[in-house]
């Protein structure tokens, strides 16, 4: 059996004094995952922004996203160091990345145990990002060829999207990461439902984590709702209503589940409904294409 063992953050935004706080919580969330017998741990959208609390204006929208975009070499090395310690793949939660246009894009990075980077950009922006913070879609879609399978990664507002996560499938995904970030109920529940959605015609598993908890100092992620879920097709040996794993809503920890990755290519191949095979009969509906990164 193809199995994976995943584990979900429901992230809480924290306030640090410095750095070495922010190593001390990130090291204690992996550490636990990885003792739970995760192999992916997946954080949030935005979850980097925390770090903007040590910027000397924490609610100045433009100085906080400098101060963690200039961060960010060193939230990559530890995130890199942490993987290869535990042997785990790590979604480090995304965070602002300035291009060499001068504009900011949001980058979710996958840390292999053997070192290896893999860079989704978000793709479709929210009225906020594109708005008064001026954070532009990027690209290109891509999927990651792991150790662990295929593994896509769609950003918040990008998993509302259905040609997203349908290049990722065809590209070979069998694994669909969610990150996200979401101030109201409203904003999670149109997440999960894109989640579920995708999981569903596209025949797969998808991974949602949310960040949760309140951060009144910050101009980005001051209010955070959601609840972790992993989500699976609703046919054959998955659940009737496709919920594999869901948390307790807006309470910190690790959601963790088991996927088999077997009965998604069963359920491809000869489930009760045929989703992914069918995909092309509802007329002339192209997906972008994907592009293949190899980490292992």
Not at 103 to 117: I, S
Not at 187 to 197: D, L, N, P, T
Not at 272 to 288: I, M, S
Request: hydrophobic share 45%.
């Amino acid at each position: 059996m193809r199995e994976v063992r995943v584990a979900a953050a429901q992230y809480p935004i924290d306030r640090f004094d410095g750095l070495d706080a922010y190593e001390a919580k990130l090291a204690g969330w992996i550490t636990r995952a990885a003792e739970a017998g995760a192999q992916l741990l997946v954080f949030p959208e935005y979850a980097a922004m925390e770090l903007g609390a040590l910027a000397p204006d924490p609610g100045d929208l433009a100085g906080s996203t400098d101060v963690v975009a200039r961060l960010l070499p060193e939230i990559d090395a530890l995130h890199r160091t942490l993987a290869r310690r535990h042997g785990v793949h790590v979604l480090a939660g995304s965070a602002p990345v300035k291009g060499g246009d001068g504009l900011f894009r949001n980058v979710a990075r996958l840390f292999t145990p053997g070192g290896a980077v893999g860079r989704q950009e978000k793709v479709m922006m929210t009225r906020f990002e594109r708005e008064p913070w001026g954070v532009v879609g990027g690209g290109p879609i891509t999927v990651f060829r792991t150790a662990l399978g295929i593994v896509g990664v769609s950003i918040c507002y990008d998993v509302e999207f259905p040609l997203i996560a349908r290049a990722q499938a065809e590209a070979g995904a069998e694994i669909i990461l969610a990150p996200s970030t979401t101030e109201t109920l409203h904003g999670y529940w149109r997440v999960r439902h894109g989640g579920q959605a995708r999981a569903l015609e596209n025949q797969c598993y998808v991974v949602h984590a949310p960040t949760v908890g309140e951060a009144p100092w910050s101009p980005v992620v001051a209010a955070n709702r959601g609840a972790a879920g992993v989500y699976g097709p609703p046919d054959g040996d998955f659940p009737d209503d496709g919920v594999v794993a869901l948390g307790e809503r807006d309470v910190p920890g690790w959601v963790h589940a088991r996927l088999d990755l077997d009965r998604v290519a069963a359920l491809r191949a000869d489930g009760g409904v045929l989703n992914f095979a069918h995909w092309p009969e509802q007329g002339v509906v192209t997906a972008p294409s994907a592009e293949v990164v190899d980490l292992r």
